[in-house]
């Protein structure tokens, strides 16, 4: 280690360590190149041995304040001793005896063979054809073997082809703010369409918009399931319910924009998009679907058209609102939540 009052950059380059001094305020010491090329945890295990030099050689002291335990510190001081800096370098974790495979080459090649013939057949099936063969393997070694093909390269399976669906931007819609509180009837409502299948074969659309607070609920059906539809619907329901609404969740489905959306904005009605595969944060709507089906739909006997099972859906949603207790609600209904809410204020 020298001392010296000019850098040469050629020094620089090749590494050499040396100390500049500028003053007798301070004074700075160059890194060596091997040191800076440590991974970040061989550089911090030098870190600790350093400071452990320079305060007193405590080992407790030492490993209070980097969190390890005495064997762990006496490892790496033991192999830096011996080693230097290399012996503060990750070493291999496998394990010194390996499991070497059990199956035969004919085996191999046997479910080589069955699985370029059916493609998207899983260990299981393929254990099975194989035993009709006389060849008896567990499931769990078929399965390896599956597994060693594909990464030696020897079995290469297309992508599975899927329907690519382009999310496009929402002009209205958004994300409900994290800071966005729920403090009164009508902040926050939750709405979803669901099919509503009969014994002939027809499919109806029904949609349930249900209060996120008092648990108050109406919904429509019909034959479609189109965003000018469901915009009529809602415009209905929203005439029904005794609170003003100021938000409504919806998932990311087609019905839920362009005329859906241009509607949300007119009526100054904010309008939040669920994040894609999360139906649990529309929660409370989705139970009342399952509601509306058992209590409603499978208690009906009406004929199988839209007006008069628009008529039945109206008179449950009577008794939903006005005589069936909600245990969420400490077993009130919700119009008697709406109005003890309304008597406390």
Known sequence: MRECTLIRKRDVEAGVPFTLKHSAS????????????????????????????????NVSHTCRHFGVARPTFYRWQRRYRSSGLAGLRDRSHRP???????????????????????????????????????INLSVSMVGRI????????QLREGKRKGVRTVSRPRPYAVRKPHDYVIRSPGDLVQVDTKDVRFGNGVTFKHLSLVDDQSRYA?????????????????DRMLARLPFAVRAIQVDGGSEFKADFESYCHDHDLRLFVLPPRSPKLNGKVERLQRTFDEECYQCLDVPVHVPELA???????????????????????????LADLEASA
Do not use: D, F
């Not at 040191?35 to 041995?49: K, Q, S, Y």
């Not at 046997?110 to 299981?124: D, I, N, Q």
């Not at 599956?146 to 390269?153: A, F, N, R, Y």
């Not at 109406?218 to 809602?234: N, P």
């Open 311 to 337: 008529a039945g859906l109206h008179a449950y949603e009577q008794v939903y609102n006005h005589v069936r207790p909600h245990r969420a609600l400490g077993y009130r209904t919700p119009a008697q939540y």
């Open 218 to 234: 109406v919904a429509e059906i019909g034959s479609r399931a189109s965003a000018s539809q469901i915009t009529a619907h809602l």
């Open 146 to 153: 599956l597994h060693h093909l594909k990464m030696s390269g």
């Open 26 to 57: 301070w004074s700075w010491t160059h890194q060596p190149a091997q040191e800076r090329h440590l991974a970040p945890g061989a550089r911090a295990r030098l870190r600790m041995l350093q400071w452990h030099e320079q305060h007193g050689r």
């Open 96 to 134: 010194h005896q390996v499991r070497c495979p059990s199956w035969t080459v004919q085996q191999v090649l046997a479910v080589h063979a069955l699985r370029e013939h059916y493609p998207r057949w899983g260990k299981a099936k393929l254990q099975l054809l194989l035993a009709q063969q006389g």
